[in-house]
């Protein structure tokens, strides 16, 4: 309960934040739709970590990460001009974007992966043990992000975006909705089943929680 | 109504993101606290949602915004060879900069000048903090002491005044202002003449030790004022 208070008072702060970066986005797109550069290096600076935080979240692969991410910033240079603030903000609308491109990207190089599948025997990770002999907080956490990592990988493309975009990217179900463009209902069902699965899996990873 | 485990799986998130009305939340703790299924299932599931909020984000790699902006402006014009080597001054011309180096400029030049730095004669010397501190010191004092002095001179200047202005104001004969006493007797005691009033008496005793007084602070002043004075007491 505590948890949800506290995530509620973040969302509550996080909005009140969005709000200003909403509107300086808007002005940099309209100074980048007037030929401004270096409006537009301000939006890639501004945007470049989370892009490439969703691509490496979803894809697992840094390469694949960094080239997506090229893409997305090439496509949204191209198609800036199309960007209405009617359609929402323009992080919402990038990220649509970059949600498109990488479900582009998953069905080209879909016969090339493992199969996924929570009836495969997972191994367990090596590092369970080893993780309690470690005191470094950030060692704890960087193993942390692998083993998320790893579990990320095994659920589905629909169920994987939905639990970036909702827990890694704190995104509100309303633009979450717009991102996926489909219902609210769909969008929380999708997150309950991210999670519910990825717990599994990080359970049969080994894994303590913290 | 009482939930069961499905409904309880369906509505975990909403539990845990705190969409769950009042009533809808009595019920869903009802059944958690009852059921051994559903409780290891809120506890990971609540485990990860603080794991995940507790990552932080991945760095990008260094130079992907650089290859971004080359794959979208085209690529920026690196100078080569020696001139490649001056790029940064470029950034002195920004205002950011321009103002932080003014402002510790200006700082500077106060600082020395406050520390009795010689800007027509600079020594190295000068710069030493031991020479810093005594000048400033000395500085400090001098300062204080001019202060202090003209405050002084102020006071006095302003007692006389205001007792020569008293002194214009009385309307006794001016023959009687100051009493007639032979040479070697004591002040305010007169030659018989003419008996002068006990207040006249006190006032010519009060001018006269103030004289004193004044003499001792002041010998220039003095020596200015007490002939005159002087010499209308001796009428």
Redesign the interface.
Known sequence: MALCNFWGKLVTVAGFEADDTLEQDAQLVQQCLQGDGSAWEELVRRHTRRIFNICYRFTGNGTEAEDLSQEVFLRVYKTIGSYRSAYGGFATWMTSVTRNLLIDHYRRTKRDRITDSLDDAMPVVENKESAGRRPDQQLLLGELSHQVQTALTKLSPELREAVILRDLQQLEYNEIRQVLDVPEGTVKSRINRGRIELARILNQMGVRPS | MTWNCEQI??????????LLTPDERREFDAHVNDCEACVP?L???????????????????PR??Y???N???GPRAVKKGWLGGFSWVRLLTSPRFAYSAVSLVATALIILTASGFSFRKPKLADLSPVNIYRTADRQAHLVYARSTKFVSDLRVVYEIQSRLNKDNELPTEPESTVPQSAPGKNPGSTDGTKPATPRQQNRANGIGREIEVLAEEIPVVSLKLCPMLLGRRLQ
Request: proline content about 5%; cysteine-free.
């Open positions: 799986e369906a509505r975990l998130s909403d539990y845990l993101d705190g299932l506890a990971s599931v609540s485990h990860l949602l603080s794991d995940l909020r507790s990552l932080e984000a991945i760095p990008e790699p992907l915004a290859d971004i902006l794959l979208t402006l």
